[in-house]
């Protein structure tokens, strides 16, 4: 009997409301104590692997690749009702990295389906399920809307300017969700207290040779001249010059 395997992929983010700056040299980043949350995306994902569980049954095993204190939202997955738990205690990696260790693990599991958010709000790439899915040799399906799968048929809807677009593939498949699929569920407090004592596994993380290096952060300077000018023709003039020469547009 075919058991459905699905893997909640989730990570550990600054907070929106963070004040993040830039070190002096520009090698790293100043987050002076900034609190870290669940990525918003991934609680659809979470929901969306509940979900599909409670239609067809089998397992949910909820991921996450990072520092040790990343387990705070794998509780989070427990707590709304994920079976199992995994951190691959791992850091500096860049999304080739991420995406090869989450790769390995659902390879490892034999896993059905991956799910995502659609992206991560701290880098926002948009490579993770692609990515994941090249790795792994099956189909990928990014921000997607709804999904409804039938034994090993999976159809799938995103929206695009002025409709949707309709996709079909087979399992074992990546797919990452968008906001608006479903209405993640808010965990009570018994779920709460119990996901604290659940084991949560640790998986030694594969290597990977980074495929990017950074290079430099770099904070956006704001250059306003705040000139002023008039309606004759030599502002006109001017203005296009000051166009021309020094914002550089035409």
Do not use: W
């Amino acid at each position: 009997m075919f058991v459905m395997t699905i893997l909640a992929c989730i990570s550990y983010v600054p907070d929106t409301a963070a004040k993040i700056g830039v070190t002096a040299d520009g090698s790293g980043l100043e987050l002076g104590g900034a609190k870290y949350i669940l990525n918003p995306y991934d609680e659809f994902a979470i929901e969306e692997a509940l979900l599909q569980r409670e239609r067809h049954g089998g397992r949910v095993v909820a991921l996450t690749v990072g520092s040790d204190a990343a387990k705070e939202i794998l509780r989070t997955a427990l707590a709304m009702g994920a079976d199992s738990a995994v951190i691959i205690p791992a850091t500096g990696l860049d999304s080739f990295g991420v995406a090869a260790n989450i790769a390995a693990y659902a390879k490892a599991i034999d896993a059905s389906l991956v799910l995502l958010g659609r992206q991560s709000i701290d880098h926002d790439s948009f490579q993770m399920a692609s990515t994941v899915g090249a790795l792994l040799g099956v189909p990928s399906i990014s921000v997607v809307s709804k999904l409804e799968i039938e034994s090993d048929r999976v159809r799938a809807e995103r929206d695009i300017e002025g409709g949707k677009e309709v996709l079909e593939a087979t399992l074992p498949l990546v797919v990452s969700v968008q906001k608006g699929i479903n209405n993640p569920r808010y965990p009570k407090l018994p779920e709460i207290m119990k996901a604290k004592s659940k084991p949560i596994e640790s998986v030694e993380p594969v290597a990977v040779s980074p495929r990017a290096a950074m290079v430099r952060y770099q904070v956006p300077q704001l250059k306003r001249a705040n000139k002023i000018l008039g309606d004759s023709d030599a502002d006109i003039a001017e203005f296009v010059r000051l166009l021309h020469e020094e914002a550089k547009v035409i």
